[in-house]
């Protein structure tokens, strides 16, 4: 007997769609059955693109009914950026007030009724704190009696709401009983009790697991949306102190950690070398245990701090660390390579995001695997931050005819939900605090960096010449908002991870250009040049050992004193494209002529750098005003030091740039990325 096997083809059309005040993209599939059947079936879904702010909140109702599933989701995760929950609920409200339908019992009327259940109770259990933070009862008040009334839920969601009305009249007329606590940070430690060779007396693991319980806790704690790169970039604004309070304490703990192995470390500045030596193989062992635990988070804030420069400079000590600790050590520093936008970072959470137990095949991992509770991941959050951020900058919140951009918001959502997914895994993680360790633990002073760099002046006296050919990653740059954006390692500090180590610099630099409307890049040019020219206090004192080891690049030792080698200066230079005007950030050194410059930029938006005499440089000054670069002239000493963005313009005009076509995949948005890392990207994208 022949069997007969049909594959039924499905053929989709996308369009998009214009209403009043909104833009659908429109998707109708036709599918057909076999030969035999005549009958084929034609399905049609339309999600918003773009529209106007009423619009947008209106569809809330109307998303299921047009096959538009996830915009109830997606709009909750990301409305705060272009609107206020007071709006919102302004809009809703008013649609309440004039419901469709003839009467209750009208079919349209009960479509209507379910939607409104839906999106209130979806809205009130996922995100029950913005309500509460609307600044009286009224909008509530007005809210409630316009709710379906006829199911046990709908009255369950009336009482809710009630009950939050009671609490803001409440806190109305009792405002000190309601003071937000959350800036609470508690006495400072004692320092005359702090012992710092006493973290050799805990187990690794010990520690390791103490550590990854606060960072699964507060994981669990953080707020998505506070992510976001259009909050993020406000939380130094005036009345905006307690905004993303969530990625704050994060940040806080980081920095705490970091803090805690440098003060480790250093503090006790008359031990041996090779007593020294144990504190380092210890903390190095701490981050193994904290990557088999998958707490990616606590092993970056460590790697940092034994990368920082009053560790790194310690040569002696590293040369009296075990070689086999060092070469482990150096395995975990690749994994926060830079390189690729991280892609070892981004493979290793894309691999273990939601697995029981991280991929390792050690002895460390068959300790976990003898455990019944899984372990949950705990990303580096930076790598979020940054990609929510250049995100936000590089596509426009409004189109031309000034609808929101709705489209940008789900690419947000895409990451956000990520984010999610990984809290997901933590919420079932179960931990025992050690009191032992947590009282050693909080008992840890903070150490500025002058006094970091004292105290490691103290162990080493600087400039002893350094056997090692290899030099840490040190990016320079007279940019006044990066020299000054961090200025001490303090645990109240909100910057992008404050804690100094190549990436977080980069993460500072870019978020001090956000409010510009171009994309600052973390692609920095770091060619052989940048390290040839690094000051010679900024090259620390290396053991025989070859260690990649980075140090801080954004402030320099207190000393200051400069090398001998040619001044630099990061620049950002824009091509008129056809998809937005897109920056791309590169390195100029005061050796660098005109040419050089154009090709480097050629380079990094993909364009031909044989094009190079076809172009010449513009620098863009305040009132609109343009500075044209010399053809054969010296960059450097060329430009106003009042501004950093140029413009490559084709000679002749402002005619748009070459016909050669940008590669996406490497496209101004992220800087290069392999195949591998690929993916991800084309999912924000």
């Not at 349209?108 to 704190?129: C, D, H, I, K």
């Not at 259009?230 to 309070?245: A, F, I, N, P, T």
């Not at 230079?573 to 410059?597: C, E, F, H, W």
Request: glycine share 4%; charged share 25%.
């Amino acid at each position: 007997m022949k069997t007969t096997w049909y594959c039924p083809l499905e053929l989709s059309t996308v369009v998009e769609e214009q209403d009043d005040g909104v833009i659908y993209t429109v998707v109708v599939k036709q599918q057909h059955g076999a030969p035999s059947s005549l009958m084929s079936t034609v399905s049609r879904s339309q999600c918003v693109k773009a529209g106007t702010e009423e619009k947008l909140v209106l569809h809330l109702l109307h998303s299921f009914s047009l096959g538009d599933s996830s915009f109830i989701t997606i709009f909750l995760y990301t409305y705060r950026s272009f609107t206020s929950t007071g709006r919102v609920l302004d809009i809703l409200t008013d649609r309440l007030e004039n419901p469709p339908g003839d009467n209750e019992r009208s079919h349209m009327r009960q479509s209507f009724n379910r939607a409104v259940g839906t999106v209130f109770s979806t809205w009130l259990s996922e995100y029950p704190e913005d309500f509460k933070s609307l600044e009286e009862p009224s909008r509530l008040l007005r809210l409630v009696p316009l709710l379906p009334q006829d199911s046990s839920s709908a009255a369950d969601l009336r009482a809710r709401l009630l009950q939050i009305a009671e609490e803001l009249s409440e806190k109305a007329l009792l405002p000190d009983a309601h003071k937000d606590k959350t800036g609470f940070t508690g006495p400072p430690p004692d320092a005359s009790k702090f012992e710092p060779t006493s973290i050799l007396g805990f187990p690794a693991a010990t520690i390791a697991e103490q550590l990854t319980k606060i960072e699964t806790e507060l994981f669990v704690r953080l707020v998505p949306y506070h992510c976001l790169g259009s909050l993020w970039s406000q939380r130094d604004k005036k009345g905006r102190e307690g905004v993303c309070w969530s990625v704050r304490a994060t940040i806080r703990q980081f920095n705490k950690l970091a803090n805690a192995v440098l003060a480790s470390c250093l503090c006790p500045t008359n031990l041996r070398s090779q007593q020294r030596a144990r504190l380092l193989e210890k903390w190095i062992s701490v981050a193994e245990e904290c990557r088999a635990r998958k707490n990616f988070s606590s092993l970056y804030a460590i790697v940092s701090a034994l990368q920082s420069n009053p560790i790194h400079r310690l040569r002696k000590t590293w040369q009296d660390t075990d070689r086999e600790v060092v070469r482990r050590y150096e395995d975990l520093s690749e994994i926060f390579s830079d390189k690729d936008n991280y892609s070892q970072s981004r493979e290793l959470l894309k691999e273990e995001g939601t697995s029981k137990f991280a991929n390792l095949d050690n002895r460390l991992n068959n300790k976990l695997l003898n455990r019944s509770n899984a372990q949950g991941t705990v990303p580096y959050l930076g790598i979020f931050l940054t990609d929510l951020t250049m995100l936000d900058t590089a596509v426009k919140d409004r189109l031309d005819n000034g609808y929101i951009n709705f489209d940008k918001r789900r690419r947000e959502f895409e990451v956000l939900a990520q984010i999610r997914l990984l809290q997901s895994s933590c919420k079932n993680c179960v931990f025992t605090a050690d009191q032992a360790f947590i009282q050693w633990y909080q008992s840890v002073p903070t150490l500025t960096e002058e006094e970091s760099y004292r105290l490691s002046n103290e162990i080493e006296a600087p400039g002893e010449p350094s056997p090692r050919g290899l030099t840490p990653t040190v990016i320079v740059t007279q940019c006044g908002d990066l020299s000054s954006s961090r200025t001490s390692l303090t645990g109240d500090s909100d910057s992008l991870f404050d804690f100094p180590s190549p990436v977080n610099c980069l993460l500072s630099k870019l978020t001090k250009h956000m409010r510009s409307p171009s994309v600052s890049c973390l692609d920095v040019d770091t060619s052989s040049s940048t390290t040839e020219s690094t000051p010679a206090t900024l090259t620390p004192s290396t053991p025989t050992k070859s260690h990649r080891r980075s140090v801080s690049c954004g402030n320099n030792p207190p000393n200051n004193i400069q090398g001998s080698g040619p001044d630099m200066r990061i620049i950002r230079i824009r091509m008129d494209l056809q998809d937005g005007n897109l920056y791309r950030s590169i390195l100029v050194t005061s050796n660098d002529k005109t040419p050089t410059a154009i090709s480097s930029a050629l380079e990094k938006h993909s364009q031909d750098p044989e094009q190079t005499p076809r172009y010449e440089l513009i620098q863009l000054l305040a009132e609109g005003k343009e500075l044209v670069i010399p053809a054969t002239g010296n960059v450097f000493y060329a430009m106003s030091s009042s501004s950093v963005d140029f413009l490559l313009r084709r000679k002749g005009g402002n005619t748009p740039l070459s016909s050669h076509p940008i590669n996406t995949e490497t496209s101004a948005t992220f800087p290069r990325i392999k195949a591998k890392g690929r993916r991800l990207v084309r999912t924000l994208f």
